[in-house]
């Protein structure tokens, strides 16, 4: 299976990361704190023993955050340096390059009181912002030391799931991993109730060198959140159709059969 969803990986990312030669970004700030998330995830519903892993990166800036998969940062930091396509595509396709298995990244108050996630489905990308105050956060009593230090504990419900956070007031940033903030604190853990997306803070730091929050400044096809995740159920839905009438015995239809055990999206109400 894991070679399947590679090379699922693999053909997505070349196919968007192809296009990335010669592309503008747009300068926020300076990031002055980096903290790295791990994430385990049940990515099928019914099967508990399904779990992958992922690292991702949280920038903050005095005003603006991004959260972004460790090696789409690595990639994306790789690929500024080139100039052709074809150059993009020799780095994808050798050793250097690992690939991610999440595209997006997502920017918290940028623009002022909004969140802003882009994502790519190929061939395109896409872009969509909502409220960034759309946590309903209740604070306990409950205490606990989390990766070294005191921290509070929170609950809310988002995205059709209950989730439970363990925050740090004495890291006074008020943000966290994917879309999560609001709370007093650095959220350094947070799990929804059933386990099947943990996020936990493991490493934190004052980047060495100047590290910028940007953004690509590029043609983004502009929607909501319930448009972009029809447009990408319409692509994985497409796919898996194609790959299941390619012929018996065809690795694609392994590779459909594995897609579509992957039922459990971290948000299940897209609303």
């Given at each position: 299976m894991r070679i399947y969803l590679l090379f699922f990986s693999t053909l997505f990312s070349n196919i968007c990361f192809a296009q990335w030669g010669n592309h503008k970004y747009i300068n926020l700030e300076p990031a002055t704190l980096v903290t790295t998330y791990s994430l385990h995830i049940q990515e099928d519903s019914t099967n508990q023993n399904n779990i992958s892993k992922a690292k991702f990166l949280l920038f903050i800036g005095a005003n603006?955050?991004?959260?972004?998969?460790?090696?789409?940062?690595?990639?994306?930091?790789?690929?500024?340096?080139?100039?052709?396509?074809?150059?993009?595509?020799s780095y994808l396709s050798n050793s250097q390059a690992n690939i991610p298995n999440a595209l997006y990244r997502i920017y918290?108050?940028?623009?002022?009181?909004?969140?802003?996630?882009?994502?790519?489905?190929?061939?395109?990308?896409?872009?969509?912002?909502?409220?960034?105050?759309?946590?309903?956060?209740?604070?306990?009593?409950?205490?606990?030391?989390?990766?070294?230090?005191?921290?509070?504990?929170?609950?809310?419900?988002?995205?059709?799931?209950?989730?439970?956070?363990?925050?740090?007031?004495?890291?006074?940033?008020?943000?966290?991993?994917?879309?999560?903030?609001?709370?007093?604190?650095?959220?350094?853990k947070i799990a929804d109730t059933r386990n099947h997306y943990v996020f936990e803070m493991t490493e934190i730091q004052k980047p060495g060198e100047e590290v910028m929050i940007d953004i690509e400044d590029k043609n983004y096809i502009v929607t909501t959140k319930q448009g972009f995740f029809r447009a990408f159920d319409s692509f994985i839905n497409d796919f898996i159709t194609r790959a299941r009438q390619s012929g018996p015995g065809n690795d694609l239809q392994t590779l459909a059969k594995n897609l579509s055990r992957r039922n459990n999206p971290i948000e299940l109400l897209r609303k």
């Open positions: 603006v955050s991004e959260f972004v998969h460790l090696y789409k940062f690595i990639n994306d930091t790789a690929i500024r340096r080139f100039t052709t396509d074809d150059q993009v595509i918290k108050n940028y623009p002022k009181g909004k969140l802003t996630f882009t994502d790519h489905i190929p061939s395109d990308t896409y872009r969509y912002e909502e409220p960034l105050d759309i946590f309903n956060w209740q604070l306990t009593g409950d205490t606990a030391t989390v990766c070294g230090y005191k921290s509070q504990k929170a609950t809310c419900n988002f995205g059709g799931r209950s989730w439970v956070a363990w925050f740090a007031p004495e890291l006074p940033y008020s943000d966290g991993p994917y879309k999560f903030n609001g709370l007093p604190g650095l959220i350094l």
